[in-house]
């Protein structure tokens, strides 16, 4: 398995900007999916944000489209979230996860996770 570290998380007013970072240890780290998921408080289920392929293709939440952007450095073994526009509703633990298997697409399917970062949105 693959051990992710986010940061990058933070307190923000409405419209600003902030960018996760995921760092991935191990040297196969251009094999995974990389998502990026969140879970707002009181909620008890952890939702999908982004995910990028190895490939590179790119699924976004209906939430996030046009404000968010997935990306991925296979160099550096690392995965980022650029969040623009940020709404109080985007306030929640933001996670990084990893999994090698084809078709990986919700929280249920990732293997390997990160601690999390809080991500803060002030109205």
């Known amino acids: 398995q693959v051990q992710l570290v986010e940061s990058g998380g933070g307190l923000v007013q409405a419209g600003g900007s902030l960018r996760l970072s995921c760092a ?11 998502g990026w998921f969140r879970q707002a408080p009181g ?20 939430s996030v489209k046009g404000r968010f952007t997935i990306s991925r450095d296979n160099s550096k073994n690392m995965v980022y979230l650029q969040m ?3 709404e109080p509703e985007d306030t929640a633990v933001y996670y990084c996860a990893a999994d090698q298997r084809v078709g990986v697409m919700g929280p249920g399917d990732f293997g390997s996770w ?5 991500v803060t949105v002030s109205s």
């Open 24 to 34: 991935a240890s191990g040297r196969t780290f251009s094999r995974y999916t990389m």
């Open 43 to 62: 909620k008890a289920q952890r939702e999908t944000v982004a995910r990028i392929s190895k490939s590179g293709g790119k699924t976004y939440a209906a």
């Open 84 to 86: 623009n526009s940020l």
């Open 114 to 118: 990160g601690q999390g970062t809080q």
